[in-house]
């Protein structure tokens, strides 16, 4: 049973940083390109930054360029998304989601096969 577990969400002052754990189990987590998607109320759930399979290559969304930095570290099957100079549009549920296809092909939402419960993160102004 695949399960992917979000951790690190919570409440903080626009400019503070959090850092989001997304731990997999039940798959081969090298075997999967890895993002993190974001939903905010009344709003679609939208793909913020992926990375791939061996972590070399990395995508973000223009929204969150130079400010959120996705890694994985593949012994410990887990993904992080650091998240700096937060602002109160980055208020979302964020979830952690694998996909098996590569990195090229992971830029939308049904292209990822397994999903986290999602974490709250709410920046106050």
């Known amino acids: 049973q695949v399960q992917l577990v979000e951790s690190g969400g919570g409440l903080v002052q626009a400019g503070g940083s959090l850092r989001l754990s997304c731990v997999a189990s039940g798959l081969n987590f090298r075997s999967y390109t890895m993002g993190w998607f974001r939903q905010a109320p009344g709003k679609e759930r939208d793909l913020i930054a992926a990375?791939?399979?061996?972590?070399?290559?990395?995508y973000y969304t223009e929204s969150v360029k130079g400010r959120f930095t996705i890694s994985r570290d593949n012994a410990k099957s887990t993904e992080y998304l650091q998240m700096n100079s937060l602002k109160p549009e980055d208020t979302a549920v964020y979830f952690c989601?694998?996909?098996?296809?590569?990195?090229?092909?992971?830029?939308?939402?049904?292209?990822?096969?397994?999903w986290g419960q999602g974490t709250q993160v709410t920046v106050s102004s």
């Open positions: 990375i791939s399979r061996d972590g070399g290559i990395r």
């Open positions: 989601a694998a996909a098996g296809a590569y990195i090229n092909s992971a830029r939308h939402r049904a292209a990822y096969d397994h």
